[in-house]
């Protein structure tokens, strides 16, 4: 496994996530330059506080190609969230994710890293209301992600949790149902992005026994 020890320029679409919030810290006392992407201004100093430059796009209205800048890696962190119909799964989960792959693309941003969900494996064909939708966007996403040319990871974890980091995951595929926490999630996600091993992998991921680096170098 090589090491990236060079600091890195990473943009975090859905920026005030807390998946994206956790990472950003991280980047940040790693020495990387984090720049998260938000929709709403009063969200700026939540990410100036984790030592995050706040990038102020709609990815839905916006064309987000003027915003890539220098980006070496771009991480998909958005979504429509909690609460939201059907429509905006497919606008944002979707579409979001969509636009981020051709802006990436345009920009020469080569690396892209997206949160997926364990259930885009197999989503249902119809049905399964709002839930089903999310899965059909997000299995759709993760589709032309790996058919992009670019140097792609697709994380999907088991269910979210928000117990405190524990460094140790597993990481497969076909894993049965299970938790993992958003601090391990954002630890795999910057791991991932110096761990070369993981360049064109898609893989599940929940809370485990194996260290994180390690579950990544044996990908």
Same mark, same amino acid.
């Given at each position: 496994?090589?090491?990236?020890?060079?600091?890195?320029?990473?943009?975090?679409?859905? @920026?005030?996530?807390? &998946?994206?919030?956790?990472?950003?810290?991280?980047?940040?006392?790693?020495?990387?330059?984090?720049?998260? #992407? &938000?929709?709403?201004?009063?969200?700026?100093?939540?990410?100036?506080?984790? @030592?995050?430059?706040?990038?102020?796009?709609? %990815?839905?209205?916006?064309?987000?190609?003027?915003?890539?800048?220098? =980006?070496?890696?771009?991480?998909?962190?958005?979504?429509?969230?909690?609460?939201?119909?059907?429509?905006?799964? +497919?606008? #944002?989960? %979707?579409?979001? =994710?969509?636009?981020? &792959?051709?802006?990436?693309?345009?920009?020469?941003?080569?690396?892209?890293?997206?949160?997926?969900?364990?259930?885009?494996?197999?989503?249902? =064909?119809?049905?399964?209301?709002?839930?089903?939708?999310?899965?059909?966007?997000?299995?759709?996403?993760? +589709?032309?992600?790996?058919?992009?040319?670019?140097?792609?990871?697709?994380?999907?974890?088991?269910?979210?949790?928000?117990?405190?980091?524990?460094?140790?995951?597993?990481?497969?595929?076909? %894993?049965?149902?299970?938790?993992?926490? +958003?601090?391990?999630?954002?630890?795999?996600?910057?791991? =991932?992005?110096?761990?070369?091993?993981? &360049?064109?992998?898609?893989?599940? %991921?929940?809370?485990?026994?194996?260290?994180?680096?390690?579950?990544?170098?044996?990908?």
């Amino acid at each position: 496994e090589r090491v990236q020890a060079t600091a890195m320029e990473v943009l975090v679409a859905g @920026g005030h996530g807390q &998946i994206a919030q956790r990472l950003l810290r991280l980047l940040s006392e790693r020495g990387h330059r984090g720049r998260g #992407m &938000i929709r709403n201004p009063d969200h700026a100093p939540d990410l100036e506080a984790l @030592g995050a430059e706040p990038v102020l796009c709609d %990815l839905e209205q916006d064309d987000p190609t003027d915003h890539i800048g220098f =980006a070496q890696a771009i991480v998909f962190a958005a979504g429509a969230g909690p609460g939201s119909g059907a429509e905006r799964k +497919r606008t #944002m989960d %979707l579409g979001g =994710a969509l636009k981020l &792959i051709e802006a990436a693309r345009a920009a020469g941003a080569r690396r892209y890293l997206m949160i997926s969900a364990m259930g885009a494996a197999r989503p249902p =064909a119809e049905g399964g209301e709002v839930y089903g939708e999310y899965l059909r966007a997000k299995a759709e996403a993760d +589709r032309a992600l790996e058919a992009s040319g670019l140097n792609h990871t697709i994380v999907r974890p088991g269910r979210l949790t928000d117990d405190p980091p524990s460094g140790r995951v597993t990481i497969g595929n076909d %894993l049965p149902g299970g938790e993992v926490s +958003r601090a391990d999630v954002a630890a795999t996600l910057a791991a =991932a992005l110096r761990a070369d091993s993981t &360049i064109g992998t898609t893989f599940e %991921l929940l809370a485990g026994e194996t260290p994180i680096e390690d579950a990544l170098a044996a990908l």
